[in-house]
């Protein structure tokens, strides 16, 4: 069965980098979309970044030139470098996957399979 496992994320000043990753599962990067979400509290859950299955890239208007997806094929690994982060980057990070149209690649709603999340915490 398909397992998501995500590791990395933690407290950082703002200005600060950190690197979040998922181990997958059970499947190849061939047959399935992969993206990240985050959720603040008290907001919806919200796409940062995706990865179709021929490599095109997309991000969230908020995060762009800060955050970087990349996958490693090899290990099965999807990852999201963040830098410059800023306060409103605080929340919990989902890594995503699943066979979803590249136009549906932001809505949580299209994806089964979601990592355990992970905590981020940017301090102003």
């Known amino acids: 069965r398909v397992q998501l496992v995500q590791t990395g994320g933690g407290s950082v000043q703002a200005g600060g980098s950190l690197r979040l990753s998922c181990a997958v599962s059970?499947?190849?990067?061939?047959?399935?979309?992969m993206a990240w979400f985050r959720q603040a509290p008290g907001k919806e859950r919200e796409g940062v970044a995706a990865?179709?299955?021929?490599?095109?890239?997309k991000y969230a208007d908020s995060v762009k030139g800060r955050f970087t997806i990349s996958q490693d094929n090899a290990k099965n690994n999807l990852y999201l470098q963040m830098n410059s982060l800023k306060a409103d980057d605080t929340g919990m990070y989902y890594c995503?996957?699943?066979?979803?149209?590249?136009?549906?690649?932001?809505?949580?709603?299209?994806?089964?399979?979601w990592g355990q999340g992970t905590q981020v915490t940017v301090s102003s």
């Open positions: 995503a996957a699943d066979r979803v149209s590249w136009w549906l690649a932001f809505h949580d709603s299209a994806y089964k399979h």
């Open positions: 059970a499947f190849t990067y061939s047959d399935f979309c």
């Open positions: 990865i179709d299955t021929d490599g095109t890239i």
